[in-house]
């Protein structure tokens, strides 16, 4: 089974993949035209089932069978997120917009794929995400499993105008690290070097949990980006951003444990900022 995803959620859809991924499956998820056509013409490659955000193109003037069928290439193309049908419906309601295309297709051979995709799209867990069947909840993945890699003309493009895992990936990959400030730098000369002291002593803090708050603390009331306080960790593999969360969550509890430091770290969708509570 070939399943393939043309999507502007790149990052919600590799979780409907993950429920796809089996040694009798190859999972594709396209975030672009480009590669999706280079499979089916190029390649010859037709999926089983392309599944197509709803919101990718406009539906009502576009019919993706006929650009399709100008050059033989007919395979069952489903919205996935199709804002119309009912949850426990969606399946009658795909077989139903399958039957109107005018195309002869396997209907035994997509009735496992299609049961599924309204079974993962009833998990809430997963729901939730996908826009078009709801307002969905922002979400961004860690790694690129199943998507296939954007050509180089496409890279600004993509990144100007999109928000998502790979947006993550490709801005990442083209920065350099920072160098590690002093103490005394600049950024906050009214580092108090007693209170970081007194601060890793009390709370018995980790040498990872120390570097994290000391280097809030010489930023203090200034955006830090997640990428330099990951950096920030020196072993074979760096810290990771899951990582990361769990020594701010750890930090964040001290801080609101002990109410005489003043101080509380606030979330950015790429960093973080450790703020004086006394600061408007």
Same mark, same amino acid.
């Given at each position: 089974m070939v399943i393939y995803f043309l999507t502007k959620e790149p990052d919600a859809c590799q979780l409907i993949a993950d429920k796809f991924s089996n040694e009798k499956s190859i $999972? /594709? =998820? %396209?975030?672009?035209?480009?590669? @999706? %056509?280079?499979? =089916? #013409?190029?390649?010859?490659? @037709?999926?089983? $089932?392309? #599944?197509?955000? *709803?919101? *990718? #193109?406009?539906?009502?003037?576009?019919?993706? *069978?006929? @650009? %399709?069928?100008?050059?033989? /290439? =007919?395979?069952?193309i489903v919205f996935y997120n199709h804002p119309f049908p009912l949850p426990n419906r969606r399946k009658l309601f795909w077989l139903h917009q399958l039957k109107k295309s005018g195309h002869s297709f396997n209907i035994e051979e997509l009735a496992l794929p299609l049961e599924m995709l309204e079974s993962i799209l009833l998990d809430k867990t997963i729901s939730q995400f996908i826009s078009g069947i709801q307002a969905p909840i922002p979400f961004h993945s860690n790694n690129l499993r199943y998507i296939e890699p954007l050509n180089d003309n496409e890279k600004n493009y993509y990144i100007k105008n999109y928000n998502n895992v790979i947006t993550d990936f490709l801005s990442n990959s083209n920065k350099k690290e920072k160098p590690t400030q002093k103490i005394d730098s600049i950024i906050n000369p009214k580092v108090d070097a007693k209170f970081l002291d007194d601060f890793r002593i009390e709370n018995k803090l980790s040498h990872n949990l120390y570097k994290i708050f000391e280097y809030l603390y010489i930023y203090k009331n200034i955006h830090v980006s997640s990428q330099d306080l990951r950096n920030l960790i020196a072993r074979k593999e760096k810290l990771s951003e899951n990582g990361l969360r769990i020594l701010i969550y750890r930090l964040r509890k001290i801080l609101i444990n002990n109410k005489k430091y003043k101080y509380t770290i606030i979330t950015f969708d790429y960093g973080y900022m450790l703020k004086d509570i006394d600061t408007d």
């Open positions: $999972v /594709k =998820i %396209f975030p672009t035209v480009t590669n @999706l %056509f280079r499979d =089916i #013409f190029d390649l010859n490659i @037709l999926p089983t $089932v392309l #599944f197509l955000d *709803y919101l *990718y #193109f406009e539906p009502d003037l576009f019919n993706p *069978y006929d @650009l %399709f069928k100008s050059h033989n /290439k =007919i395979f069952p």
